[in-house]
């Protein structure tokens, strides 16, 4: 979220190997909480690290991929990119930003060999929980939502049991190296079972 470092990373890379072929952006965060109780700090802190941290590397990196012939921009979303669950809405609504940016990057680096990919992982056994765990105990002892986070906290204790992390590095490798690189690549069982279900299931039944 420091716009001198994001500068000042593409320009130590470039001074250390004279080109640059990737930028992978993994940098993210959940501010978790209700919608209604959330404040617009909130929000923007979460989108100036999950989104314009991107945008603005993405951007950075451009000019030395298009001198160089080519390159690849990895961008790590989450299956939640594609739908949400209740309080992470700002979360989800931020990988859903970086989703479409990233398609727009794509279609709009082409001409230059430049391959814009989305890597969307599910649940990673990682401290991502831990970390976002205190955006979320403000809300604790709140009169009207107390309850239904203390529910949601025991379904993300399950949701744990997610992947290894060794797992969402092989996709970005592959993202990474593939000769013709699909747009978009699952990480884990779950995303693909989350999307499968979500594309079947109708709105009110999923809502249940």
Excluded: C
């Excluded at 001198?67 to 669950?85: C, D, E, K, Y």
């Excluded at 609504?93 to 479409?100: F, I, R, T």
């Amino acid at each position: 979220a420091d716009e001198d470092s994001r500068r000042a990373a593409i320009q130590a890379a470039l001074v250390k190997a004279g080109r640059l072929d990737a930028l992978v952006n993994n940098a993210g965060f959940s501010a978790g909480g209700p919608l209604e109780l959330v404040t617009l700090d909130d929000a923007r802190q979460q989108f100036e690290t999950n989104v314009w941290g991107a945008l603005h590397l993405a951007q950075l990196a451009v000019p030395a991929m298009r001198a160089a012939g080519g390159g690849r921009i990895v961008n790590v979303t989450s299956v939640m990119g594609r739908l949400s669950v209740p309080f992470s809405g700002l979360y989800a609504a931020s990988k859903h930003a970086l989703e479409v940016l990233s398609d727009n990057l794509r279609w709009e680096l082409n001409p230059w060999n430049i391959k814009v990919i989305l890597v969307e992982p599910g649940f990673v056994k990682t401290r991502f929980g831990h970390n976002s765990l205190p955006w979320r105990e403000r809300f604790f002892d709140h009169p009207l939502y107390a309850k239904y986070l203390e529910r949601d906290a025991r379904t993300r204790r399950v949701a744990q049991r997610g992947s290894a992390p060794l797992e969402v590095a092989r996709v970005i490798e592959r993202a990474l190296t593939d000769p013709n690189p699909a747009p978009r690549y699952a990480s884990g069982l779950d995303p693909h079972a989350a999307l499968f279900v979500r594309r079947l299931v109708p709105d009110r039944l999923y809502d249940f």
